[in-house]
């Protein structure tokens, strides 16, 4: 074996990675670009859930947009106020005051309460379902009850019961919008996390044909706009809907409400999802001229009548 051809090889191959190394260095310095330090005190404050609900591609873009003044310190919605606020003691300025939000799903007629029409079998999404065929449900503006919501959620913050009603565990959810946008029925919708009285039904029918594709739909009676003093409350497209700008969550309609489609919440840091939706205490219903009785929301898939 030639010793000397090892040599000059082992030689020749370390005077060119010193030559590369050097090249390197070179252009390391030729074409370093400043990187500002705030970037990745942003970054560290912010969620890295990645979620794309600020409308740019991940949390790091996020944060070089926010250092260099192109968008607003709380233009994180998954870290909602408390990310904004550390973020603007980072950049050394002001957060505007923004409220928490946190997703409503305007629907709770389940498989027993809206019967099913069909059998749709196909690729777990609402999306397609819905353009195949409407999907299985009486309702054509009810719930379809698959995966395209809870699946976009980055903190599986959506979940279904046993009767197939989806339900958002506010401990969870970050109010971040992803799942509002992915509904192809508009179900969902964010609404102030303070914010304790709900319609939940967006039906378009009214009075007997929304009772008869489910058994809790809104029939468009009115009854809650009637009661309501703050103006904060109207029926449109056959459906009643909250202005939270103007509600001071006094229930009033729930109370008038004949079908139970407007719930109030009860916050309860105990219960699994944060809290549960229930009638409101003592609201009575005729029951077949037997006078009235209290009415729990036994109907509405167990939740309880509020204390």
Same mark, same amino acid.
């Given at each position: 074996?030639?010793?000397?051809?090892?040599?000059?090889?082992?030689?020749?191959?370390?005077?060119?990675?010193?030559?590369?190394?050097?090249?390197?260095?070179?252009?390391?310095?030729?074409?370093?670009?400043?990187?500002?330090?705030?970037?990745?005190?942003?970054?560290?404050?912010?969620?890295?859930?990645?979620?794309?609900?600020?409308?740019?591609?991940?949390?790091?873009?996020?944060?070089?947009?926010?250092?260099?003044?192109?968008?607003?310190?709380?233009?994180?919605?998954?870290?909602?106020?408390?990310?904004?606020?550390? /973020? %603007?003691? &980072?950049?050394?300025?002001?957060? @505007?005051?923004?409220?928490?939000?946190? $997703?409503?799903?305007?629907?709770? !007629?389940?498989?027993?309460?809206?019967?099913?029409?069909?059998?749709?079998?196909?690729?777990?999404?609402?999306?397609?379902?819905?353009?195949?065929?409407?999907?299985?449900?009486?309702?054509?503006?009810?719930?379809?009850?698959?995966?395209?919501?809870?699946?976009?959620?980055?903190?599986?913050?959506?979940?279904?019961?046993?009767?197939?009603?989806?339900?958002?565990?506010?401990?969870?959810?970050?109010?971040?919008?992803?799942?509002?946008?992915?509904?192809?029925?508009?179900?969902?919708?964010?609404?102030?996390?303070?914010?304790?009285?709900?319609?939940?039904?967006?039906?378009?029918?009214?009075?007997?044909?929304?009772?008869?594709?489910?058994? /809790? %739909?809104? &029939?468009?009676?009115?009854?809650? @706009?009637?009661?309501?003093?703050?103006? $904060?409350?109207?029926?449109?497209? !056959?459906?009643?809907?909250?202005?939270?700008?103007?509600?001071?969550?006094?229930?009033?309609?729930?109370?008038?409400?004949?079908?139970?489609?407007?719930?109030?919440?009860?916050?309860?840091?105990?219960?699994?999802?944060?809290?549960?939706?229930?009638?409101?205490?003592?609201?009575?219903?005729?029951?077949?001229?037997?006078?009235?009785?209290?009415?729990?929301?036994?109907?509405?898939?167990?939740?309880?009548?509020?204390?």
């Amino acid at each position: 074996m030639d010793w000397s051809l090892i040599w000059k090889a082992a030689i020749a191959l370390a005077g060119f990675g010193a030559l590369l190394g050097a090249i390197l260095a070179i252009a390391s310095r030729r074409f370093h670009v400043e990187v500002d330090a705030r970037v990745e005190e942003v970054l560290d404050v912010l969620p890295r859930s990645n979620c794309g609900a600020c409308g740019l591609p991940g949390c790091e873009p996020a944060a070089e947009a926010i250092v260099r003044g192109e968008v607003p310190v709380t233009i994180c919605k998954a870290g909602g106020p408390a990310v904004a606020a550390e /973020v %603007a003691r &980072i950049m050394g300025v002001e957060a @505007e005051s923004t409220v928490p939000m946190v $997703a409503h799903i305007h629907c709770r !007629g389940g498989a027993t309460l809206s019967p099913i029409r069909a059998v749709y079998q196909g690729v777990n999404s609402c999306r397609a379902a819905e353009t195949a065929m409407g999907g299985g449900k009486a309702c054509p503006f009810g719930c379809l009850c698959l995966e395209d919501c809870a699946t976009v959620c980055p903190v599986n913050a959506i979940t279904f019961d046993e009767d197939c009603v989806r339900r958002v565990n506010v401990k969870k959810c970050t109010g971040c919008g992803l799942c509002a946008d992915v509904c192809p029925r508009d179900l969902i919708e964010m609404v102030p996390a303070d914010a304790t009285v709900f319609v939940r039904c967006k039906c378009q029918y009214t009075g007997k044909k929304a009772r008869d594709v489910c058994k /809790v %739909a809104c &029939i468009g009676c009115r009854k809650c @706009e009637k009661v309501c003093q703050y103006d $904060a409350i109207h029926v449109e497209n !056959g459906f009643a809907t909250i202005d939270y700008d103007k509600c001071t969550n006094c229930g009033d309609c729930a109370m008038a409400c004949p079908t139970d489609s407007i719930q109030l919440w009860v916050a309860d840091e105990d219960h699994p999802e944060g809290g549960e939706f229930v009638v409101p205490e003592g609201k009575k219903r005729k029951k077949g001229g037997a006078g009235d009785a209290e009415v729990p929301a036994d109907a509405a898939g167990g939740e309880g009548v509020a204390d």
